[in-house]
């Protein structure tokens, strides 16, 4: 039994501006590290490029100084990385050697398997952290889905130092 108290999940954009990306990075880790003192130590993530490998490499920093935390991987098929640019392919490739567990919700690409993981995540999840700026698409489904089964929500968009 999953106990969503000690488990976050991500969600947010694939397209993150350049300028924005060292900030995320910090806020990630310190809120990965205020979550790790409230005794959360599962991290679920989706694989996609963009905001969920931001969150993914932080949380594989975390674990390097907090040993148990796990990296769940929470994929929405086999092959999602087919069209991706190769750079993304080769980070990828490397977080999921590092992750701790990898599901696939499903087997292959099919229209509803992003919203399948989108709620699996959700689903065994307490909190939700989220790189959101608008409320259309993927990420503003699950932030409201979230929201909508009582996780708290931490959304780093426009959050600096």
Known sequence: MIDRKRTACF???????AYDIQNIEKQLDKIIEKLYQKGVIFY???????FDMLAEMAVIRARNRHKEIKLILVLPCKNQEKY?????KTTFAEIKNQA?????????????CMHK???HLV?????????LNKNSGGTAYTVNYARQNGLEIVNLCGISD
């Open 100 to 112: 701790d567990k990898i599901v696939y919700t499903s087997e292959i690409y099919s229209k509803d």
């Open 84 to 88: 991706w640019t190769e750079d993304n």
């Open 117 to 119: 993981r989108n709620r």
């Open 11 to 17: 969600t947010g954009h694939r397209k993150i501006p």
């Open 123 to 131: 689903n065994f999840s307490g909190y939700c952290v989220a790189y």
């Open 44 to 50: 679920g993530a989706g694989g996609s490029y963009g």
